[in-house]
């Protein structure tokens, strides 16, 4: 991926995070020489990705996909993940809603959206960050983050405001989380590119 990266001309502050099972449960991980394993067959992969174009005034897309080494993603992953699209498109619904209604939004209600859906199904304890944060010409934005977790971030979703909507719940030998970019404008908001609808099966 970060050979990737180079072949398009994106910067980053980074590499991608490419992690899979035990690893995929720790939000930010990185492998180092000495903490780091192979991917092998029948394995749950998580890529995050975090990017712009090499020119002044670029602004970053921040997004996170998952994978399964193999034919049948097994149950336990693939609950885990309706349950994370799920809060996701509760958020994503939310900003749009207020959006086209003219509503005052904050960032705080936008994590409350998604991490109820996640607290209904079950995996409430297995939240471990904010629900999205702003993006920028950093990938950390110096905007509203939607965060009633690390902080009770109140702030306004004005037009122009770019930020993630990425809900995860992590556990010892998995995580599992899907992360995706959206743009308040006048009128509405979008999201700027394609939502991932289940764990995507590799082999």
């Known amino acids: ?11 980053s502050d ?3 995070i490419v992690s899979v099972e035990a690893n995929a449960g720790k ?10 394993r192979r991917i ?18 670029a602004v970053f897309a921040d997004i996170t996909w998952m994978g399964y080494t193999g034919r049948r993603v097994p149950g336990r992953f693939a609950e885990a993940f309706a349950a994370v699209s799920g809060a996701r498109d509760a958020a994503v619904r939310l900003v749009r809603q207020a ?7 904050r960032g705080w209600e936008v994590d409350r959206a998604a991490s109820a859906v996640l607290g209904e199904a079950g995996y409430g304890d297995h939240i471990l960050h904010r629900t999205g944060h ?4 950093s990938v950390h934005g110096n905007g509203v983050n939607m965060d009633d977790y690390e902080t009770h971030d109140d702030r306004r979703l ?29 009128h509405d908001a ?12 590799l082999l």
Request: aromatic share 8%.
């Open 1 to 11: 991926m970060a050979g990737w990266f180079r072949e398009e001309g994106l910067v």
């Open 14 to 16: 980074s590499d991608p």
């Open 27 to 36: 939000p930010h991980y990185l492998p180092t020489a000495t903490v780091h």
């Open 40 to 57: 092998g067959p029948e394995e749950i992969v998580l890529l995050d990705l975090w990017g712009k174009l090499d020119r002044p005034g």
């Open 99 to 105: 959006a086209g209604e003219g509503r005052e939004l």
């Open 134 to 137: 702003s993006l920028g010409e």
């Open 158 to 186: 004005l037009p122009g405001t770019g930020f993630t909507i990425e809900p995860g719940v992590y556990f010892e030998d998995f995580g599992v989380r899907s992360e995706i970019n959206m743009i308040v404008r006048s």
């Open 190 to 201: 979008v999201v700027t590119g394609p939502l991932q609808t289940e764990i995507l099966a």
